[in-house]
């Protein structure tokens, strides 16, 4: 195995492992985890950054400038709007430099297509492996301590599905996994009639979280991959979506119980 290809799964695995309800409700452990993940990173990413010419870097820079503006933008607001702790901040600021050199490593390290697949494959693996702990948790297969509590809300249950995290530390991480699942699924064209199961299983992978963020997120995405396969044609897509938005104005939704 490529010693690149091996970084790849090195970091996947631990930021994998790092968001696990496990590491992350144990405050001692998640910061000895992750602080090991950053070090990790960060003499990665200072070996890489000593090959790299300036040109690259600089073209780096420009092309993620407005997601520096946004994690810019966020460390003030968490500071001086929510003014959350020094300790806390401290931790959240580091989310975002880890954020931005994985970015860059992760562009060092994957040189060509068959490994950015290789990539894609092996998250795949992963996020499967969640989503079916979640499913079995869903139904009450599973009944142990490592596995976040679910909501104790009623309208966050349906039949014999309750709210679940899988191994993620929340259900909104563990619902959007799922629509990881989808993009990189789609991305590796393999949409296809035999698959037709595993986007069920998938599709109730999503609905268990009971996350609106993984079902709003999730909607886009097939939006805009049936309009990418011409699935929907762009002339009845527009005309249903603007009379879709119109009706917001007119339409109060809330008084129908099952979306309130």
Excluded: W
């Amino acid at each position: 195995m490529k010693i690149k290809l091996f970084l790849t799964y090195f970091f996947l695995s631990f930021s994998f492992i790092n968001s696990f309800y496990i590491i992350r409700s144990n405050d001692s452990a998640y910061i000895i985890f992750y602080s090991l993940f950053l070090v990790c990173l960060f003499f990665a990413s200072i070996y890489y950054l000593n090959n790299t010419k300036i040109q690259e870097i600089q073209s780096f820079l420009s092309f993620f400038k407005y997601l520096f503006y946004f994690y810019l933008f966020d460390f003030f607001l968490q500071a001086f709007y929510h003014q959350i702790g020094f300790t806390a901040l401290l931790m959240h600021s580091a989310t975002s430099v880890s954020a931005i050199l994985c970015i860059f490593l992760f562009s060092k390290i994957i040189e060509d297509d068959e490994d950015f697949v290789k990539a894609n494959k092996f998250i795949f693996y992963l996020l499967n492996f969640s989503l079916f702990i979640g499913i079995l948790d869903s139904l009450g297969v599973l009944n142990t301590n490592i596995l976040t509590p679910s909501k104790i809300i009623d309208s966050y249950n349906f039949g014999i599905f309750k709210n679940t995290a899988g191994l993620m530390e929340h259900q909104i991480s563990f619902g959007i996994s799922g629509v990881f699942l989808f993009a990189i699924t789609a991305l590796l064209n393999k949409v296809k009639l035999q698959n037709f199961f595993y986007f069920i299983i998938l599709t109730i992978g999503i609905f268990i979280s009971f996350a609106r963020t993984a079902y709003l997120l999730f909607f886009l995405c097939l939006f805009i991959y049936t309009i990418h396969k011409k699935i929907i044609p762009k002339t009845i897509f527009y005309p249903l979506l603007a009379v879709f938005l119109c009706s917001l104005f007119f339409v109060n939704f809330y008084e129908f119980d099952i979306i309130n």
